[in-house]
T-cell receptor, first 116, second 111 residues
Framework: GAVVSQHPSWVICKSGTSVKIECRSL??????MFWYRQFPKQSLMLMAT?????????EQGVEKDKFLINHASLTLSTLTVTSAHPEDSSFYIC????????????FGDGTRLSIL | GQNIDQPTEMTATEGAIVQINCTYQ??????LFWYQQHAGEAPTFLSY????GLEEKGRFSSFLSRSKGYSYLLLKELQMKDSASYLC????????????FGRGTQLTVWP
């Protein structure tokens, strides 16, 4: 069964809306979670590393004020796309693994975001 | 910088064997992962190699040569459901769990 849950699966909303996406590890604690974005026919691009109890680490070129990440507990990280615009439409995926070396990342089912 | 290279597309027929290659150049190495991703879905874990050699798991096998910066995923007895994108990912080791992904190889299996 799924070990990482992501919600919602689909979001369609108007330009200017803020959208929150949740990522939960279901049967393990994850100090670190990762947020990716994937455009059609392209690979996964790491956006940021979500750290429990501290600030997220953003990849170069990712606006931290636009993509707000909160990792308030060991099983939950949230990504909020603030004031979303059509160019933010994409497939957003989170991942988490058990806090041990060489553990595979398990991915959530992804959130397809469409901004009209 | 990090560079992970794999072919963009491959095709094969049902029952055949296909090998998907991956070469990498990363600052640090803490393992290489293969994931399968069907269109519109999230990736699912297939295999992991951290030492040189072949890891076999049913119809799928993965090979690693650290000295050559090279890995391959071998799929045997291909089935139509194996049509998907196969992602090669390297863990640089600097941050636990962080992965760098190749752009993926889109495999199409024909009847």
């Amino acid at each position: 069964g799924a070990v990482v849950s992501q919600h919602p699966s689909w979001v369609i909303c108007k330009s200017g809306t803020s959208v929150k996406i949740e990522c939960r590890s279901l049967d393990f604690q994850a100090t670190t979670m990762f947020w990716y974005r994937q455009f059609p026919k392209q690979s996964l691009m790491l956006m940021a590393t979500s750290n429990e109890g501290s600030k997220a680490t953003y990849e170069q070129g990712v606006e931290k004020d636009k993509f707000l990440i909160n990792h308030a507990s060991l099983t939950l990280s949230t990504l909020t796309v603030t004031s979303a615009h059509p160019e933010d439409s994409s497939f957003y995926i989170c991942s988490a693994s058990r806090d041990k070396v060489n553990q595979p990342q398990h991915f959530g089912d992804g959130t397809r975001l469409s901004i009209l | 910088g990090q560079n992970i290279d794999q072919p963009t597309e491959m095709t094969a027929t049902e029952g055949a064997i296909v090998q998907i290659n991956c070469t990498y150049q990363t600052s640090g190495f803490n393992g290489l992962f293969w994931y399968q991703q069907h269109a519109g879905e999230a990736p699912t874990f297939l295999s992991y190699n951290v030492l040189d050699g072949l890891e076999e798991k049913g119809r799928f096998s993965s090979f690693l040569s650290r000295s050559k910066g090279y890995s391959y995923l071998l799929l045997k007895e291909l089935q139509m459901k194996d049509s998907a994108s196969y992602l090669c990912a390297v863990g640089p080791g600097s941050t636990l769990g962080r992965l760098y992904f190749g752009r993926g190889t889109q495999l199409t299996v024909w009847p």
